[in-house]
């Protein structure tokens, strides 16, 4: 169990209390997922006393009903939450001088309301790489929410691809994927829902707008959905017409061909580098390379962007129940955009998507059918 391993961990390195402030690893040592906005929510963990789960006072009840094995502490909207929460911190038994914090996460305004309150504490330990590497590899169960939210995903691409037709602007076929699947009870896309037509697909973080759609031209998606606090995210380009023009082919068959070498290419022990030149050397020696100009790939668990970044460069050893996606695109502006992505595990012998939406150029027709 995570929160067993940390409180080890702490023993081991002399911390005497660890401050989580993400929510996403609150959620990992806690099992209580939360969305605080603006307000205070944080685990604090001691390695001789009972960790702490602060939260606002409106989420006290459901806080208490998930995380069992935490001490719930909670604020009014009209109390200082900083001196709530020290309180509770210096009632513990534990010695409070040497803190871990989240050197990714936690910000300067909060820094400095934790040294007003602990001016003697010193917080040099960052537990931030740690709950990286802890996050990194998905157990049974989390794969399991993976690959449900990988389900939903491709229905997702079902309900886009009926939705197409001749006039309809990129916003409303958003509008009726997302009004679909929560009819069918998905709460909760991963990300903001992206379908970008033609020329507008050119831009690899494009926005939906009121762009209508035309016969014969590419139509991308590009969206996820979360499950039990886990998420997912694909990419499809679907062509949209009767046939598609000879450049039209050239660019597609040349991010399926990269797509594809890269999913065949991973097993344990490849380097996270090595694997994206799988794939850029395709669309590279094909002339293409300074239109690939994003990383092949991205971690992947409750957050949809995570540790690892499948890069050049970057020399980690893949392993068995590391999650990522791998994404080529080609994205010439004024002209054409094309991306195919899955996500998906490392195997004993290879790689699993989460995905399983077809990948040809007329898998468009396919899903009409």
Not at 15 to 26: A, G, H, R, T, W
Not at 44 to 58: E, G, H, R, S, T
Not at 59 to 88: C, G, H, I
Not at 345 to 357: K, L, M, N
Request: charged share 25%; proline share 4%.
């Amino acid at each position: 169990m995570p929160l067993n391993s940390i409180i080890n961990l702490m023993k081991n390195q002399d911390v005497d209390i660890i401050f989580l402030n993400d929510p996403k690893n609150v959620f990992y040592v806690s099992s209580y997922r939360s969305d605080p906005h603006e307000r205070i929510l944080a685990a604090v963990l001691f390695k001789d006393a009972k960790p702490l789960l602060f939260v606002p006072a409106l989420e006290e009840n459901d806080a208490r009903k998930t995380a069992e094995e935490f001490e719930v502490v909670s604020y009014m909207d009209t109390q200082d939450p900083w001196t709530v929460l020290a309180t509770s911190i210096q009632a513990r038994h534990s010695p409070l001088s040497d803190w871990s914090i989240e050197k990714d996460f936690l910000t300067v305004e909060r820094m400095e309301a934790l040294r007003k309150h602990f001016p003697t504490a010193t917080f040099g330990h960052n537990i931030s790489a740690t709950l990286q590497e802890m996050r990194l590899i998905k157990n049974e169960q989390e794969l399991a929410f993976m690959k449900e939210a990988g389900y939903w995903a491709d229905e997702a691409l079902k309900i886009g691809a009926k939705t197409l037709r001749e006039g309809i602007t990129e916003l409303e076929v958003v509008a009726e994927i997302e009004y679909q699947l929560k009819r069918r009870g998905v709460a909760e896309m991963s990300f903001t829902t992206m379908v970008l037509f033609g020329e507008n697909a050119a831009s690899p973080h494009g926005v939906p707008g009121d762009t209508k759609l035309k016969k014969n031209q590419f139509v991308l998606f590009d969206l996820g959905t979360m499950h039990e606090g886990y998420a997912s995210d694909v990419t499809r380009t679907f062509f949209f017409g009767e046939e598609p023009s000879a450049h039209q082919k050239k660019i597609y068959d040349l991010v399926l061909a990269a797509h594809d070498e890269a999913m065949a290419a991973v097993h344990p022990g490849i380097k996270a580098g090595e694997l994206d030149a799988v794939a850029r050397t395709i669309i590279t020696e094909a002339g293409y390379g300074r239109y690939f100009n994003h990383r092949l790939g991205h971690g992947l668990g409750q957050g949809v962007h995570e540790f690892p970044s499948i890069m050049e460069g970057n020399e980690m050893a893949l392993t068995e129940g590391m999650c990522f996606s791998i994404e080529p695109g080609i994205y010439i502006e004024g002209d054409i955009g094309v991306r195919v992505e899955d996500c998906g595990f490392v195997t004993a012998d290879g790689f699993e998507s989460f995905t399983h939406t077809p990948t040809d150029i007329g898998a468009y027709l396919k899903l009409i059918d």
